[in-house]
T-cell receptor, first 116, second 112 residues
Framework: DTGVSQNPRHKITKRGQNVTFRCDPI?????LYWYRQTLGQGPEFLTY????????KSRLLSDRFSAERPKGSFSTLEIQRTEQGDSAMYLC??????????????FGPGTRLTVT | RKEVEQDPGPFNVPEGATVAFNCTYS??????FFWYRQDCRKEPKLLMS???SGNEDGRFTAQLNRASQYISLLIRDSKLSDSATYLC?????????????FGSGTRLSIRP
């Protein structure tokens, strides 16, 4: 399977714990995005990387959230001191940016986080 | 006003019918547009990009109206398998990912 993969698919954690999610993008894609989606809403942008550089972060991304893409391949999203409001589906997407590319993003299956 | 607005639906139509929905956007400088399909509890999947001249892919036709700032999706001869939520996506600028805005989606249900 050469699509975007995410692990774990589901995570249940207690409030106050730290969690980390992983995303493996499509191998030739240079951009990687993280989104959060809650029921009845479209995905909301959190942050993105161009290769290993984190170029933008949304105001939604509080200090408790951190993302890395150390070698320009896979990425991790960590949430520290989780809160119940962090419960959501966390989606990763990747795209190939460059001349002629149209920012067509391909999504992974997501990690569903439940904070109890 | 939301930057990207969609009628949430649900649209409930019989199999074989033609159905269309619109998506309006507020930023006239928006550069590129897409339709994604999302099944319940699954990830969004790219359905089609929307080109200025309009484009068709089998039973699906997408149109862009820059003057009125909306894009549309038309589905002909609808199938049961078309039941899903359709997300409109607008990219306000090529250089910034934070300018990629998703609508909340339109739910479509096809009945036998």
């Amino acid at each position: 399977d050469t699509g975007v993969s995410q692990n774990p698919r589901h995570k249940i954690t207690k409030r106050g714990q730290n969690v980390t999610f992983r995303c493996d993008p499509i191998s030739e894609h240079n951009r990687l995005y993280w989104y959060r989606q809650t029921l009845g809403q479209g995905p909301e942008f959190l942050t993105y990387f161009q290769n290993e550089a984190q170029l933008e972060k949304s105001r939604l991304l509080s200090d408790r959230f951190s993302a890395e893409r150390p070698k320009g391949s896979f990425s991790t999203l960590e949430i520290q001191r989780t809160e119940q409001g962090d419960s959501a589906m966390y989606l990763c997407a990747s795209s190939l940016e460059g001349q002629g590319a149209r920012s067509e993003q391909y999504f992974g299956p997501g990690t569903r986080l439940t904070v109890t | 006003r939301k930057e990207v607005e969609q009628d949430p639906g649900p649209f409930n139509v019989p199999e074989g019918a033609t159905v269309a929905f619109n998506c309006t956007y507020s930023n006239s400088a928006s550069q590129s547009f897409f339709w994604y399909r999302q099944d319940c509890r699954k990830e969004p999947k790219l359905l089609m990009s929307v080109y200025s001249s309009g484009n068709e892919d089998g039973r699906f036709t997408a149109q862009l109206n820059r003057a009125s700032q909306y894009i549309s999706l038309l589905i002909r001869d609808s199938k049961l398998s078309d039941s899903a939520t359709y997300l409109c996506v607008v990219n306000k600028g090529y250089s910034s990912a934070s300018k990629i805005i998703f609508g909340s989606g339109t739910r479509l249900s096809i009945r036998p």
